[in-house]
């Protein structure tokens, strides 16, 4: 697998209105770690459609039993620049996950509220 | 003969913070309130009802595993009550406005203040006598965690005045 380039936007699906404000930005939870995992998933969306990045949001909502709401992308940089890592995880087909996380809950909670503060919310 | 004693750190009215004994004091308490209670009907204090009842909602809407889409765990029932302190612990009269309220993946429960993208306080309770926090502060920063007793740690009202202060 091709790994991330710091070029590359990341997109975040949600399935939680919980996990945006009513002005549409996007809150820190977003980004916290699977807690069984310490990851966060994310998909690699630079070179496709909006239409195919729904698509595969559907099918990851299919999987979880929740209609997709929307996304928060993010570029690779800003993830990077936290000193987290970006590990491609196929399939599903163009799946990454956000590594590195410290075990320090405030920590993650800073990062988590940085990455959140340059994402971009997409609702679906 | 009653002796009543105000504890002067506690930076809340909306608890009776008293070290005091005897009839006239459980009087006084009973008559502080009644004020308080009164004071409740204000705009102001109509935010912590509606703050408490947001609160429970989350708690409500979160208590199943997986809520977020992947693999939250339920909100505790021990976060929960946490998070009822803590807010019933804000200072009532204040610039300080009441918490928005979330989830996290964890368990927690988060209570939000946030004013921008990089003027946010995050604090979060799991019902572990802890407060776990992060803050934005333009290009400052700040993370922590603080024993949560009988009041707010001085160190997160602090971090609130650095938002509204």
Known sequence: MVEVDSSEILARFIFSIRMYRADNSIRHTAFIPNPKNSETSVFRISDISDDEIWEIGDSVG?????????????TAAVVMSKDLKIIPEEPPERHANII????????????????????QLHLK | MSTLILCKECPNISDFQSIGFGYDSLELESYYYNIVSELRKAETLGRLDETLQSLYEVFSEC???????????????GAYFEARKFIKSLPLISIIPMPKIAPEPSGEICLEWFKGNHQVLVISVRGKNEIIYAGLFGINKTHGTEYFGDSIPSTVMENLKRLYY
Do not use: C, F, H
């Open chain 2, 63 to 77: 208590s199943e595993e997986g809520w977020d889409g992947y693999d939250a765990y339920p909100i505790t029932e």
């Open chain 1, 62 to 74: 299919v999987i979880r039993e929740k209609p997709i709401l929307g996304r928060a992308d993010i």
């Open chain 1, 100 to 119: 590195g996380w410290s075990n320090d809950l405030s920590k993650q909670k800073m990062i988590a509220l940085e990455l959140a503060s340059e994402a």
